[in-house]
């Protein structure tokens, strides 16, 4: 089993930039693919970006596509998004999830996913 604690939020202008973080519990977190999910008041929960267990495979929404990057440090057991350029919309509580098992190929599928975090705020002001 993983814990997932998601960190990083908060309040941020148009423009700006913020790098959420997400830290595993267990000693196999390299055995775990991760992404990144949100959901904006109102609205259904979205994929945002996935990164297999060895890196080596990455995968985004079209719509951070070149203003957001996900990374992973398996010796320290972390998850990072780097967000940049954020607009209004990116607004939303971001969670970050783990999936179990050494995939090729990331994906976005949310139901893949065993694991979830508890969720940190982003809001971004216009």
């Known amino acids: 089993q993983v814990q997932l604690v998601a960190s990083g939020g908060g309040l941020v202008q148009a423009g700006g930039s913020l790098r959420l973080s997400c830290a595993a519990s267990g000693r196999t977190f390299s055995r775990y693919d991760m992404g990144w999910f949100r959901q904006a008041p109102g609205k259904e929960r979205e994929f945002v970006a996935a990164?297999?267990?060895?890196?080596?495979?990455?995968d985004y929404a079209d719509s951070v596509k070149g203003r957001f990057a996900i990374s992973r440090d398996n010796a320290k057991n972390t998850v990072s998004l780097q967000m940049n350029s954020l607009k209004p919309e990116d607004t939303a509580v971001y969670y970050c999830?783990?999936?179990?098992?050494?995939?090729?190929?990331?994906?976005?599928?949310?139901?893949?996913?065993?694991?979830w975090g508890q969720g940190t705020q982003v809001t971004v002001s216009s």
């Open positions: 999830a783990s999936r179990a098992g050494n995939w090729a190929i990331a994906t976005r599928v949310e139901n893949e996913y065993n694991y």
């Open positions: 990164i297999t267990w060895s890196g080596g495979s990455t």
